[in-house]
């Protein structure tokens, strides 16, 4: 009895709940991303598409996911705030994902790859409403920095160590071995999701039947916001950097395979390995987060789009087939990567911080704050939205007017989001995330 109890705690216990949200974060994305580098390949293949149409095909099949996404995601916010059901959802979405891998695995057609997408938004709208709310909601404010950190590093990590992974693991043992790995991630993702434990899971069902309710639906009928108290200036400043972010990682993921191949003539293992300076600076995603929280927010990410602008338009010079123009692309896309990772590391704590901001405007104090899921629900919306317009618009650019000019809108778009979030992120440094505060209080 004694072990059961504490077994059932530890399951229960932020620490636990972090870890497998992360994994699950980390492995919804890196499945996603495995696709990015081999999927110009898999186009090629026998009975699906010719060689003149795969930037179109590939675009479309990456914005078919952001569609998914985008549609599916306020239907998880839905049973995140009002059902409370997280546990059954996060386990549908691993479900969906294996099923999206099989998919790819035995796909025959074109037509079979946008099923295995629409799975893959699916399974993505779960896993990003859910999986960053759940964590917010288990953090303390002084750790809730540090640990969307976490969650937004998970992220990164899955989607630029995927199209590695699977450039590396296609060139080496085809179809079947790139999608092996992800089968037996997704194995040990079901695995944590099904063990964890929610709050009132613990609770006797007398209990649960005769008091959780009640309160949960006074909390929810009487102190919850509505869904145009949440489009506040603030979270539209927020929820404008992550469709930025998301459109220009996307608009990468749909060209740069082809571009590495086309100019530089490399195989699907240069394909994937091309996106590991993109990776690097994700390492230090926990440390910047650390680092930049003590500053003031919206300088920190307005300087960061605006630096990133500048290695964005310079992409232009690297279309040579030289060592030089190879050394000078991936410097490039490092300066960038560095850039989005220290801006992320502001934004995915901000949300938080502003729905509860928003919340104490209307009076909802912090114990009964119900915002959390539909706050990550508008921001997964925003990355849905950059994840469909990024391939097309990328793609489009691309094909028509070449590489350099997709750069070069890139640039523009990052400082536009600089300007905008001059007038939208918060201009102090948030309560709890410095040591100064915590004393004082």
């Known amino acids: 009895m004694g072990v059961s109890k504490i077994f059932t705690e530890w399951r229960s ?9 992360c994994f699950a974060l980390f492995t919804d994305t890196f499945v996603y991303g495995i696709i990015i580098p081999i999927l110009p390949f898999l186009l090629i293949g026998p ?9 179109k095909w590939t675009s479309v099949l990456l914005a078919i996911y952001g569609v998914a996404l985008l549609l599916g995601t306020p239907t998880m916010s839905y049973l995140c705030d009002k059902y409370r059901i997280q546990k059954t959802t996060l386990v549908g979405g691993s479900i969906a994902m294996a099923l ?21 938004g699916l ?17 303390s404010p002084e750790r809730l920095g540090s640990r969307m950190a976490c969650g ?47 709050e009132n899971e613990d609770i006797t069902k007398d209990d649960e039947q005769e008091d ?21 200036p603030i979270m539209l400043g927020v929820i404008f950097c992550v469709f930025v972010i ?4 996307s608009a990468f993921e749909a060209t740069l395979p082809l571009f590495v191949l086309d100019t530089y003539h490399w195989s699907s293992l240069g394909a994937g390995l091309i996106f590991l300076p993109m990776t690097i600076p994700s390492i230090l995603s926990t440390h910047i987060a650390h680092f930049v929280r003590r500053f003031v927010p919206r300088t920190i990410v307005m300087t960061g789009f605006f630096l990133m602008a500048v290695p964005m338009v310079s992409l232009r010079w690297a279309q040579g087939n030289t060592i030089h123009h190879e050394i000078a692309l991936i410097s490039l896309l490092f300066i960038i990567a560095f850039c989005v990772t220290t801006v992320q590391a502001i934004i995915m704590g901000d949300v938080s911080n502003a729905t509860r901001k928003i919340e104490s405007l209307h009076g909802i104090t912090e114990e009964d704050s119900t915002g959390q899921g539909r706050s990550y629900a508008l921001c997964n919306m925003a990355f849905a ?56 209080d």
Not at 246 to 249: T, V
Request: aromatic letters at 8%; glycine letters at 14%.
């Open 13 to 21: 216990s932020s620490t636990f709940m972090l870890v497998a949200l």
């Open 47 to 55: 009975g699906n598409v010719g060689s003149e149409d795969v930037q």
């Open 100 to 120: 999206a891998t099989v998919l790819f695995i035995s796909a025959g057609n074109v037509w079979m790859f946008l099923i295995a997408r629409v799975c893959q």
């Open 123 to 139: 399974s993505g709208a779960v896993v990003g409403v859910l999986g960053l709310s759940m964590i917010a909601e288990t953090s």
């Open 152 to 198: 937004s590093a998970s992220l990164t990590w899955g989607i630029l160590c995927g199209p590695i992974a699977g450039g590396f693991l296609f060139w080496k043992f085809g179809t079947g071995g790139a999608l092996g790995v992800p089968i037996a991630l997704l194995g040990v993702d079901f695995i944590l999701r099904m063990l964890i434990v929610q």
């Open 212 to 232: 959780s309710p009640l309160l949960e639906t006074s909390v929810s009928s009487d102190l919850s916001l509505g869904f145009w108290d949440s489009l506040h």
């Open 246 to 249: 998301s459109s220009i990682l």
């Open 385 to 440: 939205a950059g994840q469909t317009l990024g391939p097309l618009g990328g793609g489009i650019m691309k094909h028509e007017w070449g590489w350099g000019c997709m750069t070069l809108v890139l640039g523009i778009l990052c400082l536009v989001a600089g300007i905008s979030s001059f007038f939208s992120i918060s201009a102090a440094v948030p309560q709890g995330d410095t040591g100064e505060v915590d004393e004082n």
